[in-house]
């Protein structure tokens, strides 16, 4: 009992105040919590309420998109993730996700699958191996092989299951 105490004495991730929007429209409006370490956490509710959106500020993920402003404050172990200086790579090799529906980046198929070995240090040979295997674990290196370098948003709905997981390969 003493240890879950202490958990939410002291919390892994820390949620003040945070507020989205994607230009004018405000996803988040002041969402506090604290989440401690060592426990499970679910959050629950409606599609389109946010739950993927929230997910997202704590890896910096809506960084990436267009007009997404970000106010508050996110801090992982005591450190702001939205404070200067902060190696975004890094927090990314950290913080990972797992998406419920199949979401590449806009980069290439080898470079979505390439992405998380790199940031990690992994050979370019290395690469190669990681890529073609995870393309045969997906069951779809023959359908793919020939065009590594073409965009992931690319393939089909069916064929894009195999980048979910890829990256964490290492």
Not at 78 to 97: E, F, Q, S
Not at 125 to 132: A, F, G, P, Q, S
Request: net charge positive.
């Amino acid at each position: 009992m003493t240890e879950a105490v202490q958990n939410v004495a002291q919390p892994q991730i820390e949620v003040e105040n945070l507020n989205l929007w994607y230009g004018e429209k405000q996803a988040l409006k002041n969402i506090s919590m604290h989440i401690p370490k060592n426990s499970v956490t679910a959050l629950i509710g409606p599609s389109g309420c946010g739950k993927s959106t929230f997910i997202r500020c704590i890896n910096r993920m809506n960084d990436l998109i267009i007009n997404c402003r970000v106010e508050g404050k996110v801090s992982i172990e005591g450190n702001d993730i939205y404070g200067k200086g902060v190696d975004v790579v890094d927090l990314r090799k950290h913080v990972g996700m797992v998406f419920q529906k199949p979401n590449p980046f806009p980069m290439s198929i080898y470079d979505n699958i390439a992405y998380g070995p790199r940031i990690h240090g992994v050979s370019k040979k290395d690469i190669d191996r990681v890529v073609e295997d995870a393309l045969r674990s997906a069951a779809i290196w023959d359908e793919t092989s020939d065009r590594l370098k073409s965009p992931a948003l690319s393939l089909s709905g069916g064929s894009s299951k195999g980048f979910v997981l890829p990256g964490l390969l290492q």
